[in-house]
Protein backbone atom coordinates (compact mmCIF):
# COMPACT_ATOMS: atom_id res chain seq x y z
CA UNK A 1 0.00 0.00 0.00
CA UNK A 2 2.88 2.29 1.12
CA UNK A 3 4.29 1.45 -2.45
CA UNK A 4 1.52 2.53 -4.81
CA UNK A 5 0.76 6.01 -2.19
CA UNK A 6 4.57 6.59 -2.82
CA UNK A 7 4.72 6.11 -6.38
CA UNK A 8 1.28 8.12 -6.95
CA UNK A 9 2.86 11.32 -5.40
CA UNK A 10 6.05 10.00 -7.45
CA UNK A 11 3.67 10.76 -10.54
CA UNK A 12 2.01 13.94 -9.35
CA UNK A 13 5.41 15.39 -8.60
CA UNK A 14 6.13 15.25 -12.35
CA UNK A 15 3.60 17.32 -13.54
CA UNK A 16 5.15 20.72 -14.54
CA UNK A 17 3.68 23.96 -13.93
CA UNK A 18 2.52 25.62 -16.94
CA UNK A 19 3.98 28.88 -16.21
CA UNK A 20 7.65 27.21 -16.44
CA UNK A 21 9.95 24.30 -16.98
CA UNK A 22 10.22 23.06 -13.07
CA UNK A 23 8.32 20.87 -11.60
CA UNK A 24 5.91 22.40 -9.72
CA UNK A 25 7.10 20.92 -6.55
CA UNK A 26 10.27 22.93 -6.58
CA UNK A 27 9.00 26.18 -6.73
CA UNK A 28 8.59 27.86 -3.71
CA UNK A 29 6.43 30.77 -5.64
CA UNK A 30 3.70 28.64 -6.35
CA UNK A 31 0.58 29.62 -4.61
CA UNK A 32 -1.06 27.21 -2.37
CA UNK A 33 -4.35 27.52 -4.46
CA UNK A 34 -2.82 26.76 -7.84
CA UNK A 35 -4.22 23.41 -9.58
CA UNK A 36 -1.52 21.60 -9.42
CA UNK A 37 -1.21 21.48 -5.75
CA UNK A 38 -4.67 20.81 -4.77
CA UNK A 39 -3.38 17.19 -4.43
CA UNK A 40 -1.26 17.83 -2.09
CA UNK A 41 -2.97 20.36 -0.03
CA UNK A 42 -5.64 17.77 0.40
CA UNK A 43 -3.76 15.33 1.52
CA UNK A 44 -0.57 17.21 3.59
CA UNK A 45 -1.92 20.74 3.91
CA UNK A 46 1.43 21.55 2.31
CA UNK A 47 4.50 20.25 0.17
CA UNK A 48 7.17 20.50 2.90
CA UNK A 49 4.78 17.86 4.19
CA UNK A 50 4.49 15.72 1.24
CA UNK A 51 7.68 16.00 1.03
CA UNK A 52 8.21 14.42 4.36
CA UNK A 53 5.87 11.41 3.96
CA UNK A 54 7.34 10.65 0.43
CA UNK A 55 11.04 10.36 2.55
CA UNK A 56 9.45 8.36 4.83
CA UNK A 57 7.97 6.22 2.46
CA UNK A 58 11.66 6.02 0.62
CA UNK A 59 12.94 5.64 3.97
CA UNK A 60 10.89 2.32 4.95
CA UNK A 61 11.79 0.96 1.59
CA UNK A 62 16.15 1.58 2.91
CA UNK A 63 16.43 4.42 0.27
CA UNK A 64 18.49 6.56 2.69
CA UNK A 65 19.88 8.83 -0.27
CA UNK A 66 16.48 9.20 -1.83
CA UNK A 67 14.56 10.16 1.73
CA UNK A 68 17.33 12.58 2.62
CA UNK A 69 16.90 14.72 -0.92
CA UNK A 70 13.30 14.76 -0.20
CA UNK A 71 13.84 15.23 3.33
CA UNK A 72 16.39 18.65 2.56
CA UNK A 73 13.36 19.44 -0.41
CA UNK A 74 11.21 19.89 2.81
CA UNK A 75 13.84 21.79 5.07
CA UNK A 76 14.46 24.07 2.13
CA UNK A 77 10.67 25.26 2.05
CA UNK A 78 10.51 25.56 5.80
CA UNK A 79 14.17 25.40 7.64
CA UNK A 80 12.25 24.88 11.45
CA UNK A 81 10.45 21.83 9.97
CA UNK A 82 11.36 19.92 13.08
CA UNK A 83 9.91 16.47 11.79
CA UNK A 84 11.96 17.20 8.83
CA UNK A 85 15.36 17.23 11.03
CA UNK A 86 14.15 14.09 12.98
CA UNK A 87 13.43 11.71 9.98
CA UNK A 88 16.49 13.37 8.21
CA UNK A 89 18.55 12.43 11.43
CA UNK A 90 17.19 8.51 11.98
CA UNK A 91 17.99 7.99 7.62
CA UNK A 92 21.76 9.52 8.50
CA UNK A 93 22.26 7.04 11.30
CA UNK A 94 20.81 4.51 9.29
CA UNK A 95 23.75 5.16 7.12
CA UNK A 96 25.85 5.05 9.78
CA UNK A 97 26.53 9.18 9.82
CA UNK A 98 26.47 9.30 13.57
CA UNK A 99 27.80 12.60 14.22
CA UNK A 100 25.37 14.15 11.41
CA UNK A 101 22.28 12.16 13.17
CA UNK A 102 23.31 13.94 16.55
CA UNK A 103 23.19 17.25 14.91
CA UNK A 104 20.12 16.75 13.25
CA UNK A 105 18.27 15.57 16.94
CA UNK A 106 19.45 18.33 18.59
CA UNK A 107 18.46 20.80 15.81
CA UNK A 108 14.73 19.40 16.15
CA UNK A 109 14.63 19.21 19.99
CA UNK A 110 15.30 22.56 19.47
CA UNK A 111 12.65 23.36 17.89
CA UNK A 112 10.05 21.53 19.46
CA UNK A 113 12.01 20.93 22.99
CA UNK A 114 9.06 19.28 24.13
CA UNK A 115 9.22 16.10 21.73
CA UNK A 116 9.88 12.94 23.71
CA UNK A 117 10.70 11.42 20.45
CA UNK A 118 13.69 13.78 20.36
CA UNK A 119 14.87 12.51 23.03
CA UNK A 120 13.97 8.87 22.81
CA UNK A 121 15.83 8.56 19.69
CA UNK A 122 18.71 10.46 20.93
CA UNK A 123 19.15 7.88 23.53
CA UNK A 124 19.09 5.31 21.00
CA UNK A 125 22.01 7.52 19.19
CA UNK A 126 23.78 7.89 22.56
CA UNK A 127 23.34 4.10 22.56
CA UNK A 128 25.00 3.25 19.03
CA UNK A 129 27.74 5.69 19.97
CA UNK A 130 28.31 3.07 23.13
CA UNK A 131 27.35 6.79 25.32
CA UNK A 132 25.38 4.54 27.65
CA UNK A 133 25.51 7.40 30.61
CA UNK A 134 23.91 10.25 28.31
CA UNK A 135 21.63 7.43 26.72
CA UNK A 136 20.39 6.76 29.81
CA UNK A 137 19.80 10.33 30.90
CA UNK A 138 17.59 10.58 27.14
CA UNK A 139 15.48 7.76 27.69
CA UNK A 140 14.56 9.78 31.71
CA UNK A 141 13.95 12.95 29.89
CA UNK A 142 11.82 11.13 27.07
CA UNK A 143 9.92 9.65 30.22
CA UNK A 144 9.46 13.07 32.33
CA UNK A 145 7.90 14.30 28.88
CA UNK A 146 5.80 11.43 28.46
CA UNK A 147 5.96 8.18 30.91
CA UNK A 148 4.37 5.70 28.60
CA UNK A 149 6.00 7.03 24.87
CA UNK A 150 5.93 3.43 22.99
CA UNK A 151 9.59 4.51 21.36
CA UNK A 152 11.12 5.35 24.42
CA UNK A 153 10.05 1.68 25.86
CA UNK A 154 11.71 -0.13 23.02
CA UNK A 155 14.67 1.73 23.04
CA UNK A 156 14.94 1.46 26.92
CA UNK A 157 14.53 -2.49 26.27
CA UNK A 158 17.29 -2.45 23.79
CA UNK A 159 19.29 -0.68 26.15
CA UNK A 160 19.00 -2.58 29.25
Known amino acids: MVDGFVQALERQIEISHPDCSETFCQRSD ?3 GCELMKPFDT ?7 AFLGMGC ?3 AKYDWDEANGLY ?3 LKL ?3 HARAHRFRAMALL ?3 NIEAAEAG ?3 SAELDPLSASDCARMAYVHYVKGDYDSAADDLRQSFELDRDYPEARLYEGIQW
Request: aromatic share 4%; with cysteine; glycine share 12%.
Open 30 to 32: VLP
Open 94 to 96: CQG
Open 43 to 49: LFGSRKT
Open 78 to 80: QPS
Open 72 to 74: DRA
Open 105 to 107: LRR
Open 57 to 59: GKQ
